[in-house]
């Protein structure tokens, strides 16, 4: 029978999609990696799965057990997905501002949530360190996914190795987003493994301080964005030795314009995050060869920010665009 063994055994080897409007308008292929077709909806239920089972091998994660995680939400329902299947509790600490449709489906999963106001890394209530502290105090097992390589590692072993094989190793180009740095780490290192000549593109918000680390060599922040999951102000243990070619800056209009034209042209409905790569696969694009094949991350549905992304006074009081079909 070709069955799938539980929602574990759904985890990854998502479709690679040719991504018909970015490579007409563009001339190149660009194909998407559907990762929002995850069970639990997006690119983290690989990080979730690779995090548990390397706490399970090394024995800080024991049957019964409960998970404690500080997360923009993806990864918190991840983590619930994978926990519910496998007999864990999860413990999500979540900033307050992530969108209404994470922390509800993260309740009708049954997690314990933690809402904390979002405040800089350096501040002690950050939500990192307050689930940290939680693990401390409670004895559970801290997922720790900026900085436990069991994420990058575990994006190197599936999406990397699935992405060279989907395209029969004719990818020329990567490009993606980065929230921990373990999708982009984990796929770029077992691309250039393959071939060194795959450019690797880091995509990066507004608000974030990478795009100015890789051109400048220093982290600097400016502007913002409403994208969620990603943006990052330091270089996690998952990012620091990624091999990157080059970074892109995307601001909020040219992704959400993006995310519009995939709904229209071929009903594709993504999250803030995709758009931004998808804007930054079709700008490398560009400047790549006729027979250039890039591809990117679908990281997660646009469903899960309905509220946002597809709600045009939301969007208007930000000054941004909107759906022209909402209007
Ligand atoms: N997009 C979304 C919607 C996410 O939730 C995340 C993870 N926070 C990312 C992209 C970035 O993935 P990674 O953590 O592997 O860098």
């Given at each position: 029978m070709d069955v799938r063994n539980g929602l574990v055994g759904s985890v990854g080897n998502t479709p690679l999609v040719k991504l018909e409007w970015p490579s007409r308008v563009t001339g190149r292929t660009i194909l998407g990696k559907a990762e929002f077709m995850n069970p639990g909806g997006s690119v983290k239920d690989r990080a979730a799965l690779a995090l548990i089972r390397d706490a399970e091998a090394r024995g800080v994660l024991k049957p019964g057990g409960t998970i404690v995680e500080g997360t923009a939400g993806n990864t918190g329902i991840g983590l619930a997905v994978v926990g519910n299947a496998l007999g864990y509790k999860t413990i999500i600490v979540m900033p307050e501002t992530q969108s209404q449709e994470k922390k509800d489906t993260l309740r009708l999963l049954g997690v314990d949530l933690r809402l904390v106001p979002a405040v800089p890394f350096k501040d002690p209530g950050n939500y990192v360190h307050v689930s940290r502290r939680i693990a401390e105090e409670t004895g559970a097992f801290w997922a720790n996914q900026f900085d436990n390589t069991a994420n990058r590692d575990g994006h190197y072993a599936t999406t990397g190795q699935e992405i060279w094989t989907q395209t029969d190793g004719r990818v020329t180009a990567f490009t993606c987003?980065?929230?921990?740095?373990?999708?982009?780490?984990?796929?770029?290192?077992?691309?250039?493994?393959?071939?060194?000549?795959?450019?690797?593109?880091?995509?990066?918000?507004?608000?974030?301080?990478?795009?100015?680390?890789?051109?400048?060599?220093?982290?600097?922040?400016?502007?913002?964005?409403?994208?969620?999951?990603?943006?990052?102000?330091?270089?996690?243990?998952?990012?620091?030795?990624?091999?990157?070619?080059?970074?892109?800056?995307?601001?909020?209009?040219?992704?959400?314009?993006?995310?519009?034209?995939?709904?229209?042209?071929?009903?594709?409905?993504?999250?803030?995050?995709?758009?931004?790569?998808?804007?930054?696969?079709?700008?490398?694009?560009?400047?790549?060869?006729?027979?250039?094949?890039?591809?990117?991350?679908?990281c997660d549905g646009g469903q899960r920010y309905q509220s946002k992304l597809f709600n045009p006074e939301f969007l208007r009081a930000k000054g941004l665009p909107t759906p022209p079909w909402m209007d």
């Open positions: 987003a980065t929230g921990t740095g373990g999708t982009l780490a984990g796929v770029a290192r077992a691309l250039k493994e393959k071939n060194p000549d795959v450019r690797i593109v880091l995509a990066d918000p507004m608000g974030s301080a990478l795009f100015s680390w890789k051109k400048l060599g220093e982290l600097k922040a400016e502007g913002t964005s409403i994208t969620e999951g990603i943006g990052q102000g330091r270089v996690t243990r998952n990012l620091e030795d990624a091999p990157l070619d080059d970074a892109v800056q995307i601001p909020d209009e040219e992704a959400l314009e993006v995310v519009f034209s995939l709904v229209k042209n071929e009903g594709l409905v993504l999250g803030g995050s995709s758009g931004i790569n998808v804007a930054a696969a079709m700008r490398v694009a560009r400047e790549l060869p006729e027979d250039a094949v890039v591809v990117t991350i679908l």
